[in-house]
């Protein structure tokens, strides 16, 4: 059935008042990130519709629900609840109709009231059980916060990825995880964390586990953030071709669960700054982002200059 989350998890007493079911129908699993807004099964259309969806009745629904006879509200509502739907909310002050509410106390289905407006409540659901039953994945590296931007950096396991992530934590940026990255398929895009027993701590080799947090403050660390460039850190090889100019690497990327990622494939040799050009590579992508191609404009310079050289 793939991954679920229970009502009880999501729903707050706070904001919902539970009318019907007990805390044994709060058990019930969730296993769609999406809100059903019945407007055709109220009209009395199930043919595509999915159970699994919490069901959300707004300003609209309610309004067409007194127009309803209490025949077809019996007719719907007895489909409506039954085992797989999750429950039903009734939003912006709306009460609960007593076909629904008799037919909710017989199956001990969970019904919930909310003065809360129709829209936050499908956005703020929507974004909960998309982070918690999001598709994962675990990758193996470093995770940082580099001038705004989400980067691992892996490699081989002793090129130093944890020894560069100390390097430019100490310049500023901020570290997400260390050794393995929790990786998240969030809306259209991925998200990245620690795992909870690794979190906050950097492995370096010969002193051990160190805290960032406790080492070089709160400031230096982050919980979350968004995955959007991978830096592969590769041992030199002086026979193999790597990227001099820039333009060979534009098309270079990595789907992770579906979604493509820019990669950049980064040699490691003595007396290079790993942590310097890490942090050009993010800026140049930055730069691209607004428009600007350090690349394409050599390409640009040299090409104007073969033409006004033929012209003289």
Known sequence: MGKSIQLKKILSEGSYTRITGDEESMEREVFVAEINRPGFELAGFFKHSD???????????NAFIQEMSAEAQLACFS???????????????????????????????????????????????????????????????????????????????????????????????????DDAVEIYHIGTGLQGRAPTVLK???????????????????????????VELIIQLERWLPSREYARIGLEADDNTEEILGVSIPKMVVPVTGGRSMAAIIEAAVMNMQLKSTGFDSSKEFVNRVLENIQSKKEN
């Open 51 to 61: 159970f699994r969806r919490i069901i959300l009745l707004g300003e609209k629904e």
């Open 79 to 177: 489909k409506l609840v039954n085992d797989e739907t999750p429950c039903i909310i009734i939003a912006k002050g709306y009460k609960t109709p007593d076909i629904l509410k008799n037919i909710a106390i017989k199956r001990n289905f969970p019904v919930f009231e909310t003065d809360q407006p129709t829209g936050r409540i499908s956005i703020g659901l929507t974004g909960k059980l998309d982070e918690y039953l999001a598709e994962d994945t675990l990758m193996h590296g470093v995770f940082l916060n580099i001038y705004g931007k989400g980067v691992i950096i892996r490699g081989d396991s002793g090129i130093g990825k944890s020894e560069i992530a100390l390097e430019l934590i100490k310049k500023g940026h901020l570290l997400i995880a």
């Open 200 to 226: 906050n701590l950097l492995e370096i080799r010969g002193i051990g586990i160190i805290d960032v947090g406790k080492m070089f403050g709160a400031g230096c660390v982050l919980d979350k953030d968004q």
